[in-house]
């Protein structure tokens, strides 16, 4: 597994991150013991980032990953994020005040069972919050503290161009931001950004919610406690449908499958430090870590790649 620095802050992660919201809950059948085996199968395969939010499960993966890792805190790096106190589209101070981000950091520390985070990051980020310095004041404290090492935001869904100024700022190491094959706006503006001022992107969505992965198609079953019965709907995976087809015919002798050419696709953009991906089943595990060592696409097949990008103008159901 290789590493990439994060950003100005010298912390070495691998490439491949482990997506933790799924072992919150809420994406199909729970099972605590099984989501701690593949957290630390992965972590056997040279996966060293573990992303994470207090969101997720109401603090529930956060524990896990807290149990899983309780003798391995320094052979780990944690990422996690602090949701709104109230409607994002208010100001900072009202959003992410100070106090605010303070408490839920403390309170993600006894989640995890640590005395630090790698990485602390605001969730849903805002750009008008870039003119507002009370969060940022937060962070800083924190960071004097030896509570987080790093600073970084979570741009907002399918708009990337709203951490472009956060990303020109130099208050932020990292930024993590939706990138894969059918969405890559964030090339167009922020990725030049991080370039220039020397900040990471963690991607995520990498594989699109599952629907990259290959596995779901028109038909799908879901569990009744999988929240994207309500994104991937049949409909819209009818629609998908030509765009996967077109996808599966670029896949190459080293990447025999859509999941690895997709992650391998994100991984090829030279301003993308990390890619997290869910991945519970022991096969996924293995399969994706194997992705970091795997040769280089060509030119050809990124090219090909490029001209897969698809508006499809989707929301997620909470927007």
């Known amino acids: 597994m290789r590493t990439r620095t994060l950003g100005t802050s010298g912390i070495e992660i691998s490439e491949l991150g482990y997506g933790c919201w799924p072992i919150g809950g809420g994406w199909g059948d729970a099972d605590d013991e099984r989501d701690i085996r593949s957290l630390c199968d992965a972590h056997a395969r040279g996966v060293r980032f573990f992303d994470t939010a207090m969101g997720y499960g109401n603090g529930h993966s956060e524990e896990l990953i807290g149990q899983a890792f309780a003798d391995k805190r320094s052979d780990v790096i944690i990422g996690s994020k602090i949701g709104p106190k109230s409607d994002p589209s208010g100001s900072a101070e009202e959003v992410y005040p100070y ?40 962070m800083n404290k924190l960071k004097e503290q030896g509570k987080i090492r790093a600073i970084g935001v979570s741009a907002e869904c399918w708009e990337p161009n709203g951490a472009v100024r956060i990303a020109e700022s130099g208050q932020i190491d990292s930024i993590q931001v939706i990138y894969n094959v059918f969405d890559q706006q964030a090339s167009d503006k922020l990725f030049p950004a991080v370039r220039s001022h020397n900040v990471g992107i963690i991607v995520r969505v990498a594989l699109f919610e599952g629907l990259l992965a290959g596995k779901i198609r028109p038909g ?44 391998k696709f994100c991984l090829s953009n030279p301003a993308v430090t990390t890619v997290i991906a869910g991945m519970r089943n022991p096969r996924h595990v293995e399969a994706n870590c194997a992705i970091s060592d795997g040769p280089a696409l060509s030119e050809e097949t990124l090219q090909a790649l490029y001209q897969q990008a698809w508006d499809h103008k989707w929301v997620y159901p909470w927007s």
Request: hydrophobic share 35%; net charge negative; glycine share 2%.
């Open 99 to 138: 106090d605010w981000v303070i408490e839920c950091t403390e309170q993600s520390l006894k989640r995890l069972g640590t005395d630090y985070l790698d990485l602390q990051q605001i969730h849903c980020w805002r750009d008008h919050f870039t003119e507002e310095s009370g969060w940022y004041a937060a």
């Open 220 to 263: 799908h079953t879901w569990h009744a406690d999988d929240w994207r019965k309500d994104f991937l709907t049949d409909e819209r995976l009818r629609s998908a449908e030509p765009h996967l087809s077109a996808i599966e015919q670029l896949c190459t002798n080293n990447y025999q499958t859509l999941a690895a050419l997709c992650l």
